[in-house]
């Protein structure tokens, strides 16, 4: 989950006027006699270069959603429900073994790709080992050893167990096709502006604002969308977004609203609907730790000493979009109780300005009036850097600064172009900004994300699938490591209070608020949405789980 995380969020955008381009009058207008054949859904990313790879964070079919409703993975996993069964999709069953370090996938035997042929286990088997061989595509950080295929059934193995990263190994993976992609020399720069997938859509037309998306005529394994058409359109921003919800211009979107409720439920109360589950995943401040003096635990728990959390969480969030962390060891409540280590319990953050400053003064650092001077005499400054359009982000940012200069850190906001933000970010070219966590059914995911030194990468190499702050401790390592290869509760749970001391007592990122999945959406021309009532999957429509939301869809007419 990106929402995760999971996979790219999209969170927010700059407050301005207009969209990217008026979607003209409502289609579904023009059927209302016949009923909706339309769904309007949109992102606040700004213009959109064509490209449909379905492995890159960074394509318009990943940042916009529509990936999902092009390519399939294997099993359907719920984030709202993380612990409940998977649910078979391209594979019919998914079989793993003791130890989790195999997975035998029954590929079902009526899936065909929009082109006609036929999905195989072969096909499969050839996705599996083009992650494994080209790391750039392999955004979930999969340790894939092989992959085969015999006769209906593939196995994959890993090189180490998967028993956290279950849904990342066979609910996030889109599978294409063999037959198309073994010919692509270069898969981390393919555009696949033809898309061959196995879902029930196909690409119908792009421009930079609006991919559109048209249900197949044959072909599809199970009962074909009601949803006709799917009109993905990025709006320039989040108020562009918002004015384009509230008028019913867009339908379904991930997108942080200020004032929620006056903004946009009551323009439509009997429609217009919020639903945004907390997940186990967090979003905060990631601090570049190769960085002096930001390689120092001790500034940067201090730093975390002076942060409003929940002035970020009423003034930022809207009090609602990132549900307020205050458990010291970054875990959400009530998702994380069961797994909080003893000596934290009940620890949670407080504002301590004075104590700041004691724990820098007793560490090498000095006051020169009010600026803060690290232990060669140099003033402390740093950049906080996020993309313009997310102003939940910049509005955090913002609160940020204000709070670092009551220990006299100079910090300076810099409002990054998206793309090239998400490229410098896993680079590890930033001082600091803030980023989700993966999400998962336990938190590994959440310190994984953080702390795991096999994610370790040089300054200048991408390293997409997390550690962005390049943080390097061996324990946290292995810890990590125990934690993926446990056979029984007692060593993760030793393991996981390992994690959670290091966490602490070394804050590699300053942990804010809890990430959600939900969305925003309109029940005036569609039902049958997720929620409180049915919670049968996230309502963000860039979740791997957004093609069987759009297949629980029926005309409210």
């Known amino acids: 989950m990106h929402t995760r995380r999971s996979v790219v969020l999209g969170l927010a955008g700059l407050l301005a006027t207009g969209a990217l381009a008026a979607c003209g009058d409502s289609p579904n207008a023009e059927n ?4 909706p054949t339309v769904l309007n859904v949109g992102m606040p990313n700004g213009p959109q270069t064509e490209n449909q790879n379905p492995f890159l964070s960074t394509s318009a079919a990943s940042k916009s959603g529509y990936r999902w409703a092009l390519y399939e993975p294997l099993m359907m996993w719920n984030p709202v429900k993380p612990a409940d069964p998977m649910k078979p999709w391209l594979a019919t069953k998914a079989e793993w073994s003791k130890d989790y370090t195999s997975v035998k996938a029954t590929i079902r035997d009526n899936a065909t790709w929009s082109d006609g042929q036929k999905v195989t286990a072969e096909d499969v088997a050839f996705t599996y080992k083009l992650l494994r061989d080209n790391e750039a595509l392999n955004t979930g950080g999969l340790t894939i050893s092989d992959a085969s295929a015999s006769g209906a059934d593939v196995t994959i193995t890993f090189k180490n167990p998967q028993f956290v990263s279950q849904h990342k190994a066979i609910a996030q993976v889109p599978i294409v096709p063999k037959h198309i992609w073994e010919k692509v020399s270069d898969p981390k720069a393919e555009l696949a502006k033809n ?5 029930p859509y196909t690409l119908k037309s792009f421009t930079p604002q609006t991919a559109t998306l048209t249900v197949r005529d044959k072909g599809y394994w199970q009962a074909l969308p009601q949803v006709k058409e799917l009109r993905y359109t990025s709006y320039t921003d989040n108020n562009a977004q918002t004015t384009a919800l509230a008028n019913g211009e867009s339908e379904w979107s ?25 997940v186990l995943g967090i979003h905060g401040l990631y601090i570049n730790t190769t960085k002096a003096p930001f390689d120092d635990k001790n500034l940067r728990v201090a730093m975390s000493m002076v942060i409003d959390r929940d002035d970020i969480f009423n003034t930022a969030e809207a009090g609602y979009f990132h549900p307020l962390v205050k458990s010291v060891t970054g875990l959400p409540s009530p998702a994380g109780d069961a797994f909080l280590a003893p000596e934290f319990k009940g620890k949670d953050y407080k504002i301590d300005v004075e104590g700041a400053k004691a724990l820098l003064t007793a560490n090498g650092y000095k006051y020169e009036g009010t600026t803060l001077k690290d232990k060669t005499g140099k003033a402390v400054t740093l950049t906080l850097t996020d993309p313009a359009g997310w102003s939940d982000y910049q509005t955090s940012l913002e609160i940020v600064k204000a709070n670092l200069q009551k220990i006299g850190i100079e910090a300076t906001v810099e409002k990054a172009n998206q793309d090239a933000w998400f490229k410098n970010v896993e680079a590890g070219q930033f001082d600091a900004g803030f980023r989700w966590t993966n999400g998962g059914n336990t938190p590994y995911d959440i310190y994984q994300t953080i702390m795991d030194g096999d994610l370790l990468k040089p300054i200048g190499t991408a390293s997409p ?18 934690y993926q290869s446990a056979t029984d509760d007692s060593v993760r749970v030793a393991a996981m209070n390992t994690l959670q001391k290091i966490f602490v007592e070394h804050m590699p990122m300053i942990p804010v608020g809890a990430d959600n999945v939900g969305g925003a959406y309109s029940t005036k021309q569609w039902t049958g949405w997720p929620d409180d009532a049915n919670p049968y999957g996230a309502a963000q429509p860039t979740q791997a789980n957004a093609l069987d939301v759009i297949l629980h869809l029926k005309p409210a007419s």
Do not use: C, M, Q, Y
């Open 32 to 35: 209302a006699k016949k009923g």
């Open 195 to 199: 898309p061959i997938g196995s879902g």
């Open 254 to 278: 991930f997108v942080f609203i200020p004032n929620v409720k006056t903004v946009f439920i009551d323009k439509d109360a009997a429609h217009h609907k919020i639903w945004a589950p907390p």
């Open 465 to 482: 699938a997390g550690n962005f702050g390049r943080f390097n401790n061996p324990e946290a390592t292995k810890a990590l490591r125990d």
